[in-house]
Nanobody
């Protein structure tokens, strides 16, 4: 069982930056692939980025490639999402997710409660 708690959301102007954090419980965090997803009002949840257990593999959605960077610190049981050059269309609730997997899974088993990111124009 893994519990995930996101933080770091907020209101930022277009072109600004935010860093989201996701703190995970459990002693085997390093064995979990981690992902970030987002859901805008009236829209379906969409994949943003994933990182493998070691951090050696990452995969980004085209919409955030070059602007967002995912990283993880297994010693701190935390995964980060650095978001730069934010656009109004990045406005959404951002969710952290985990799956016991040594690759980059498409499906995730554990989810955080989400953190709101609002980008003003």
């Amino acid at each position: 069982q893994v519990q995930l708690v996101e933080s770091g959301g907020g209101l930022v102007q277009a072109g600004g930056s935010l860093r989201l954090s996701c703190a995970a419980s459990g002693r085997t965090f390093s064995a979990y692939a981690m992902g970030w997803f987002r859901q805008a009002p009236g829209a379906e949840r969409e994949f943003v980025v994933a990182i493998s257990w070691s951090g050696s593999m990452t995969y980004y959605a085209d919409s955030v490639k070059g602007r967002f960077t995912i990283s993880r610190d297994n010693a701190k049981n935390t995964v980060y999402l650095q978001m730069n050059s934010l656009k109004p269309e990045d406005t959404a609730v951002y969710y952290c997710a985990a799956r016991y997997d040594y690759g980059l899974p498409r499906m995730y088993d554990y989810w955080g409660q989400g953190t709101q990111v609002t980008v003003s124009s």
